[in-house]
């Protein structure tokens, strides 16, 4: 069986090499990282992925424009955030799920496997 793949936008390129090499290590194919939205919306339209993990805050603007591509798209997401995901997450993503940064790497990938089951 072909390894589950993920597609990972995170601007702080320390931790995208961490949650990259997670992953990995635990089995995923990883699209990416990514610190933009542009960058992420190109992939999108490139790549195949089973689910995509996004970090809220990339600087100066939010993930949202990914976010709704890969909802138009029906591939399953999660956001990160180092803040109070209820203060942060916009409204229309409420119902996503949000991890609260640091994140284990075990939990990543149980939050993943979630996402991924029905598919």
Excluded: Y
């Excluded at 939205?37 to 490139?46: C, D, F, G, R, V």
């Excluded at 990339?58 to 976010?67: M, N, R």
């Excluded at 997450?89 to 149980?110: G, T, Y």
């Amino acid at each position: 069986m072909a390894p589950q793949s993920v597609l990972v936008v995170e601007d702080n390129p320390v931790l995208a090499e961490a949650i990259t090499f997670a992953l990995s290590t635990f089995g995923w194919s990883v699209t990416g990282p990514f610190a933009t939205n542009e960058a992420a919306l190109e992939a999108i339209e490139a790549e195949g992925f089973q689910a995509a993990i996004l970090d809220l805050d990339l600087g100066s603007t939010l993930s949202v424009p990914t976010a709704e591509r890969l909802r138009e798209r029906g591939i399953p997401f999660l956001f990160m955030t180092g803040h109070d995901a209820a203060a942060v997450v916009p409204a229309e993503f409420k119902d996503e799920p949000c991890l609260v940064k640091p994140v284990e790497p075990e939990q990543l990938v149980e939050a993943l496997e979630a996402l991924t089951s029905g598919t």
